[in-house]
Nanobody, 124 residues
Framework: DVQLQASGGGEVQAGGSLRLSCTAF????????IGWFRQAPGKKREGVSY????????DYADSVMGRFTISIDKAENTVNLQMNSLEPEDTAAYYC?????????????????WGQGTEVTVSS
């Protein structure tokens, strides 16, 4: 079984920063795409960012472009999401997921395995 763990969530004030990490256990991200998604209470889950492990291709949702940065730490088999200039609208549970066909993108239906969420709360 593929096990993913998302960590790094917390509570910050608007304008603050957090870094989320997605780690895989007994599984390597090589050849796959890794995505970050979020779901706020009462809202649909939305794609935030994704990255393709092998070539580093990446993209972001318009709502986080310029504020969030996704990156790979190959030594740690981890994908990080640096979130800066956080806004109250970023408050949500954040999930990481793996797309085995490496299509990924920001479409949740392209993803095969999901980790448990990590909560991010941004106060105004």
């Amino acid at each position: 079984d593929v096990q993913l763990q998302a960590s790094g969530g917390g509570e910050v004030q608007a304008g603050g920063s957090l870094r989320l990490s997605c780690t895989a256990f007994e599984f390597t991200f090589e050849n796959y795409a890794i995505g970050w998604f979020r779901q706020a209470p009462g809202k649909k889950r939305e794609g935030v960012s994704y990255i393709v492990w092998n070539d580093g291709a990446r993209d972001y949702a318009d709502s986080v472009m310029g504020r969030f940065t996704i990156s790979i730490d190959k030594a740690e088999n981890t994908v990080n999401l640096q979130m800066n200039s956080l806004e109250p609208e970023d408050t949500a549970a954040y999930y990481c997921a793996v797309s085995l066909d490496a299509l990924g993108k920001l479409n949740e239906y392209n993803y095969d395995y999901w980790g448990q969420g990590t909560e991010v709360t941004v106060s105004s």
